[in-house]
């Protein structure tokens, strides 16, 4: 008669981490889907939608090998921390940077921040929120914990930031003058 083997005992295996940010969400596409579907409920609520700039760049400065390929990528999704985190979260000047990057200007991406140095706080704390009001606090402490962790890098922010916003001034009066 054959003794059935004695089963493991199961053990509740934590989730991998994400490669790029470390969250614990079942690897890099756990992660990713994470991500959508809280850009997905950005739309279905106004308090969320009011943190979604500083969540999609929050996500993207944590997965630059996938989000800032580009120069441009790059200094739109740090510059838009610095919109978001110390300009108000103006959208008038999140539309700013956007254009300015859009024209001919020419920016050089500095070094990424290394895996683990791009601040504690991951997406996995924003799922875990329940509620909104909860959800924005959140999402905020995490953008600023992503901020804190380029800090070396924060007045080349500041430098583009500003050269967007003054390019849209000269661009405003050009066109007035105009008329
Ligand atoms: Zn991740």
């Given at each position: 008669m054959n003794v059935p083997p004695q089963r493991q005992p199961s053990v509740p295996s934590e989730p991998a981490p994400c490669p790029a940010?470390?969250?614990r969400?079942?690897?890099?596409?756990?992660?990713?889907a994470a991500f959508d579907?809280?850009?997905?409920?950005?739309?279905?609520?106004?308090?969320?939608?009011?943190?979604?700039?500083l969540l999609v760049d929050a996500y993207c400065m944590q997965?630059?090998?996938?989000?800032?390929?580009?120069?441009k990528s790059y200094a739109a999704h740090l510059t838009g921390l610095s919109c978001g985190l110390e300009a108000g979260g103006d959208s008038?000047?999140?539309?700013?940077?956007?254009?300015?990057?859009?024209?001919?200007q020419e920016v050089t991406k500095p070094a990424l921040a290394a895996t683990g140095a791009r601040g504690a706080v991951t997406v996995a704390s924003a799922v875990a929120c329940a509620d909104d009001a909860h959800y924005t606090v959140v999402v905020r402490a995490w953008a600023a914990t992503v901020w804190e962790a380029y800090r070396e890098q924060h007045d080349l922010a500041r430098g583009w930031r500003m050269a967007a916003a003054a390019a849209t001034r000269d661009a405003n009066s050009g066109a007035g003058a105009r008329r």
């Amino acid at each position: 008669m054959n003794v059935p083997p004695q089963r493991q005992p199961s053990v509740p295996s934590e989730p991998a981490p994400c490669p790029a940010c470390g969250a614990r969400l079942g690897g890099r596409a756990g992660c990713q889907a994470a991500f959508d579907a809280l850009c997905a409920a950005s739309w279905a609520s106004p308090a969320r939608g009011a943190v979604h700039n500083l969540l999609v760049d929050a996500y993207c400065m944590q997965h630059p090998e996938d989000y800032c390929r580009s120069a441009k990528s790059y200094a739109a999704h740090l510059t838009g921390l610095s919109c978001g985190l110390e300009a108000g979260g103006d959208s008038r000047l999140y539309w700013a940077v956007a254009r300015w990057l859009d024209g001919s200007q020419e920016v050089t991406k500095p070094a990424l921040a290394a895996t683990g140095a791009r601040g504690a706080v991951t997406v996995a704390s924003a799922v875990a929120c329940a509620d909104d009001a909860h959800y924005t606090v959140v999402v905020r402490a995490w953008a600023a914990t992503v901020w804190e962790a380029y800090r070396e890098q924060h007045d080349l922010a500041r430098g583009w930031r500003m050269a967007a916003a003054a390019a849209t001034r000269d661009a405003n009066s050009g066109a007035g003058a105009r008329r």
